[in-house]
């Protein structure tokens, strides 16, 4: 049995698929929402915290979490901790233009002061920086049908976007570089439950090269997120060199069978269920469910344990806390 | 081939401006504008959903074939004045209080088009009282509700039970989709059907009629 590690050791041992002391649990996001409920009082996190240190009193989490995402170009609707695309706002060259101003200053030290604030709190925790590449905001910021037929019909302003997206979060992604981040975590959600966004063809027109010149940015191990079924466009993903893929959402991502498939080329990382067994589910079925990955997915380290997507603030916090105390009994290599 | 078969196969490639052409040639030919539309737009997104549900294509695929087949439908509608034609059903369908997203609605509106369907889309953030009023204006057969985000789920649930409080639940059938709902989740709150996805939904409609 490995020596007792701590949460960051756990992390960078998983990411390289050898095996820590037990199956890290890393989440990208937990809602503040749950974080109260959880631990029964108001937490005030540092604005831009996705996952401080507060809630690791009560659950075994193994990181931290900031953001640096880029904004929607869009009207959106926030309630509590979910926030909605009312209205997308980038249709035509013009808004691209004022698309470029309206981004926040990337190279304004102001924008990782908080980022600063939250790595001081990190002790042995292994930091997340959660970054993007420009993708998904392009079609969150033009509504997906309109992407769809501007790849079709306006291929050129869909590359655009991407581009000037991409120019940002490469200038974010030099400064991260340079702190004392331990992993990253790039979210672009390509995959609807019935397969890619895209076609085969027009990801591998537009969307790939632009992905892999944009990871290559990236001096941490990471971890690609995407919701849906991706498993198309695995052959491609890989070629990114990620440490993890995540979040393995289920049924549609099969993690036995990427275990058998992938599980020696990348780690795997998520795929407990949020649709039904953390939201709606029992604490039996809860423990059911993480105590099957953690001895199957977990056997032979290249697992991280965590939710298909975030924390939700929907989740029962009963439930969490059964998830909890299964990684803790359960997930130890023995 | 036929000029129904071309624009068929044109709706299929998603092909707008070869749709249009083909329905303009089959005009002049003396094809009435129900047949076009049963043999060649329906007949083509037919295809499209057998395609969709075997995994043999994706979503934009199914986007740019509809949008051939609006076109062919916007064409035509002026010419279907006054004449009948054949519906499979009257749906109307919305988006959940409380939930904004609109793609998976919008990609059921479109197969139901494709199947000869008449939609009325109520939109996203629909109460209750939307699906309500569009039921009594509308006088449906089948009530579509979507939901994406889990927490809207219970939404799902009360506007159901709404349909009971106004006296209007047994004038309709309810169908319910979305990525968290299930056929447990479905028959738990009292839905007629659940589709696991977009192009599944005509034959739930065809098969509960």
């Known amino acids: 049995m490995p020596e007792q590690m701590t949460s960051r050791e756990r992390v960078l041992t998983a990411l390289k698929r050898e095996i820590p002391d037990r199956v890290p649990w890393v989440e990208n996001y937990v809602h503040t929402g749950l974080i109260n409920q959880i631990l029964g009082r108001t937490i005030r996190p540092i604005p831009g915290t996705r996952l401080g240190t507060e809630i690791q009193e009560k659950l075994c989490l193994d990181n931290i979490s900031y953001d640096f995402r880029p904004p929607i170009y869009a009207d959106t609707e926030k309630s509590g901790d979910l926030e909605q695309i009312k209205r997308p706002r980038l249709k035509t060259w013009e808004d691209l233009e004022k698309l470029k101003k309206w981004l926040p200053d990337p190279l304004d030290d102001g924008f990782y002061a908080n980022a600063e604030e939250l790595l001081k709190q990190k002790g042995d925790f292994a930091a997340l920086a959660s970054l993007r590449l420009g993708v998904s905001n392009v079609y969150n910021s033009m509504g997906y049908e309109e992407f769809v037929f501007a790849l079709y019909d306006r291929p050129e302003f869909v590359t655009a976007a991407f581009e000037v997206f991409g120019d940002w979060c490469a200038r974010v992604i030099e400064r991260v570089n340079e702190m004392d981040f331990d992993f990253a975590w790039t979210s672009e959600d390509i995959a609807f439950q019935n397969g890619p966004m895209v076609t085969l063809e027009q990801y591998e027109k537009y969307i790939f090269p632009h992905m892999k010149k944009m990871a290559k940015k990236i001096r941490f191990p990471f971890v690609y997120h995407s919701d849906g079924d991706y498993n198309a466009l695995l052959p491609y993903i890989l070629q990114y060199n990620p440490a993890g893929i995540a979040n393995l959402e289920p049924p549609v991502m099969d993690i036995f069978k990427l275990k058998e498939t992938v599980g020696s080329r990348v780690c795997l990382v998520g795929n407990i269920d949020l649709h039904y067994t953390l939201t709606r589910g029992s604490a039996e079925e809860t423990r059911a469910e993480v105590r099957e990955k953690l001895e199957r997915v977990g056997k032979g380290g290249g697992y991280m344990i965590a939710s298909a997507n975030g924390l939700v603030s929907y989740c029962i916090p009963e439930n969490v806390r059964v998830m909890n105390e299964t990684i803790l009994a359960y997930g130890p290599y023995r | ?209």
């Open chain 2, 1 to 209: 081939m036929g000029i129904s078969d071309g624009i068929k196969t044109a709706t299929i490639e998603g092909n707008r401006d070869k749709t249009l052409l083909l329905i303009g040639q089959a005009l002049d030919a003396g094809m009435q504008p129900g047949d076009i539309i049963q043999e060649g737009l329906i007949a083509g997104m037919t295809v499209v959903g057998e395609r969709f549900k075997s995994g043999e294509i994706y979503v934009p695929e199914m986007l740019i074939a509809a949008r051939a087949m609006k076109a062919g439908l916007e064409k035509l509608r002026p010419l279907l004045v006054g004449k009948t034609v054949d519906s499979l059903a009257t749906v109307v369908l919305g988006t959940v209080k409380g939930d904004l997203h609109d793609i998976g609605k919008n990609l059921v509106a479109i197969m139901l088009e494709g199947a000869g369907c008449k939609v009325v889309d109520i939109g996203v953030d629909a109460p209750p009282d939307r699906f309500i009023g569009a039921i009594r204006e509308h006088r449906p057969e089948f009530v579509g509700i979507s939901a994406l985000l889990t927490t809207t789920l219970p939404t799902m649930r009360e506007t159901i039970a709404a349909f009971e409080t106004a006296g209007i639940r047994k004038s309709v059938k309810v169908l319910v989709g979305g990525a968290p709902v299930t056929q447990k989740f479905a028959d738990e709150i009292g839905a007629d059907g659940y589709a696991g996805n977009a192009a599944e939904v005509a034959d739930k409609i065809r098969s509960l009629k």
